[in-house]
C-alpha cells in the first residue's frame, strides 16, 4: 500500500530534550515535506527536500533540522525542543522533485508532539 | 504573512445544502490551486485542484470556481452529507515550488 508512515503518533517530552520524529515514504517519491498544524494557524511548512541531500527552509524552520541521506526517509530534528513546538506535525511527499506543481501530497496521520 | 485567505473558519449546514468556501491570494505567480479534505485524526488528502487556464472544475459533488481576474476561488459541495464533515483547506503554489494553505475551514452538515 502506497503511504508516508510517521512515528511516533504521539509523544510527550520536556523541554531541551532532543527528539526525532521518523517519515518514510514507499512511493519512490522525490519531494518531501514536514508541516505543522496549530488551531487556527493552518498548515505551515517548516522544511523540504526536492531530493537526496536537498534540503531547504519553509516559513517556520526556527528550531527544527531535516536530513535526507536517502529518497524514502525525511526525519524532523527538533535538538532543544521547547513548549512553543508543541503541535501536531505532518510529514508529506509528493512525485516530481524538480517541479511538485501538479503533483498532489500524500500525508502521513501525523504525530502530536507536546513539550513540557 | 497569510498568502491565502480562507473563510469562514468554521460553517454547519444541513444535509442536502450546498456549503461554499472561498479563497483570496494576492501572488499572480500562483498557477496550482487544489483544496485538501482533513478528517479528525488524519493527515489531508487532496480532493480537487485547478488551475488558472480554467474558470470551474467539478469532480463528483466537489466544484472548484476560480475567478483569476479578482484572485478568488470557492469550493461548492453539492448535496452535502453527513460524511462530508471535516476540515477544508485552500491552497496555492508558487514557482517557489512551496504549497501555501489556507488556515482551514471546519464543516459540520448535520442530518
Known amino acids: 500500500e502506497a503511504q508516508v508512515t510517521q512515528n511516533p503518533r504521539y509523544l510527550i517530552t520536556v523541554t531541551g530534550k532532543k527528539l526525532t520524529v521518523t517519515c518514510s515514504q514507499n512511493m519512490n517519491h522525490e519531494y518531501m515535506s514536514w508541516y505543522r498544524q496549530d488551531p487556527g494557524l493552518g498548515l505551515r511548512q517548516i522544511y523540504y527536500?526536492?531530493?537526496?541531500?536537498?534540503?531547504d527552509k519553509g516559513d517556520v524552520p526556527e528550531g527544527y533540522k531535516v536530513s535526507r541521506k536517502e529518497k524514502r526517509n525525511f526525519p524532523l530534528i527538533l535538538e532543544s525542543p521547547s513548549p512553543n513546538q508543541t503541535s501536531l506535525y505532518f510529514c508529506?511527499?509528493?512525485?516530481?522533485?524538480?517541479?511538485?506543481?501538479?503533483?498532489?501530497?500524500?500525508f502521513g496521520s501525523g504525530t502530536q508532539l507536546s513539550v513540557l | 504573512q497569510q498568502q491565502v485567505k480562507q473563510s469562514p473558519q468554521s460553517l454547519i449546514v444541513q444535509k442536502g445544502g450546498i456549503p461554499i468556501i472561498n479563497c483570496a491570494y494576492e501572488?499572480?505567480?500562483?498557477?496550482?490551486f487544489p483544496w485538501y479534505q482533513q478528517f479528525p485524526g488524519k493527515g489531508p488528502a487532496l480532493l480537487i485542484a485547478?488551475?488558472?487556464?480554467?474558470s470551474e472544475k467539478k469532480e463528483g459533488r466537489f466544484t472548484i470556481s476560480f475567478n483569476k481576474s479578482a484572485k478568488q476561488f470557492s469550493l461548492h459541495i453539492m448535496d452535502s452529507q453527513p460524511g462530508d464533515s471535516a476540515t477544508y483547506f485552500c491552497a496555492a503554489e508558487d514557482s517557489g515550488y512551496a504549497l501555501n494553505f489556507g488556515k482551514g475551514t471546519s464543516l459540520l452538515v448535520t442530518p
Open positions: 485547478i488551475r488558472p487556464d480554467v
Open positions: 501572488n499572480t505567480a500562483f498557477d496550482y
Open positions: 508529506a511527499s509528493s512525485l516530481k522533485g524538480d517541479s511538485p506543481t501538479n503533483e498532489k501530497l500524500f
Open positions: 527536500s526536492m531530493n537526496v541531500e536537498v534540503t
